[in-house]
T-cell receptor
Framework: EAGVAQSPRYKIIEKRQSVAFWCNPI?????LYWYQQILGQGPKLLIQ????????DSQLPKDRFSAERLKGVDSTLKIQPAKLEDSAVYLC????????????FGPGTRLTVL | TQLLEQSPQFLSIQEGENLTVYCNSSSVFSSLQWYRQEPGEGPVLLVT?????EVKKLKRLTFQFGDARKDSSLHITAAQPGDTGLYLC?????????FGAGTTVTVRA
């Protein structure tokens, strides 16, 4: 079974530029999460999708961050405009249905904002 | 702000030694998970503990969940270089994870 795929793996941009990250979850997984992991910290949940609907985006900085999962499969996370403090690894995770609480993480996208 | 406090932040030991990592919170969780993360990769689930006082063993790894379901520990016996990595605990509420800051473990050969 293929795991969670993310691209790109690395991205370097200058502040005030925009950037987008892509995630393809495990086939059949209805729930998708985006996390931000700043160096020296654990992952922090940004947004949770159930199929193509948003379940929780309370920690998403909505003035600059946006995310969508239009067809309930792939998802895109965008930052516009980027700030220096957005430098982090952005992790995508997916979870199957039912009572399982196991999330499967992708390898992440490392973003550096200069 | 991390709801879960992990200690120590860094741990460096010799191969064959034992180590313990702690995870503490003032909040009660429905369950608690331990992950290991290697450089350039996402976290990988090691174990989920659900019941207060529960002890789970996974080969040389022993996980304990506190009676009040607020704290947990991970003990590694006879550590090997392959155990090197970032160990993260995460509290689970409504299928959402709240992670600690992690403990970086280095096992020297």
């Amino acid at each position: 079974e293929a795991g969670v795929a993310q691209s790109p793996r690395y991205k370097i941009i200058e502040k005030r530029q925009s950037v987008a990250f892509w995630c393809n979850p495990i086939s059949g997984h209805a729930t998708l999460y985006w996390y931000q992991q700043i160096l020296g910290q654990g992952p922090k949940l940004l947004i949770q999708f159930q199929n193509n609907g948003v379940v929780d985006d309370s920690q998403l900085p909505k003035d600059r961050f946006s995310a969508e999962r239009l067809k309930g499969v792939d998802s895109t996370l965008k930052i516009q405009p980027a700030k220096l403090e957005d430098s982090a690894v952005y992790l995508c995770a997916s979870r199957g249905g039912g009572s399982t609480d196991t999330q499967y993480f992708g390898p992440g996208t490392r973003l550096t904002v200069l | 702000t991390q709801l879960l406090e992990q200690s120590p932040q860094f741990l460096s030991i010799q191969e064959g030694e034992n180590l313990t990592v702690y995870c503490n919170s003032s909040s009660v969780f429905s369950s608690l998970q331990w992950y290991r993360q290697e450089p350039g990769e996402g976290p990988v689930l090691l174990v989920t503990v659900v019941t207060g006082g529960e002890v789970k063993k996974l080969k040389r790894l022993t996980f304990q969940f506190g009676d009040a379901r607020k704290d947990s520990s991970l003990h590694i016996t006879a550590a090997q270089p392959g155990d090197t990595g970032l160990y993260l605990c995460a509290g689970v509420v409504d299928y959402k994870l709240s992670f600690g800051a992690g403990t970086t473990v280095t096992v020297r050969a």
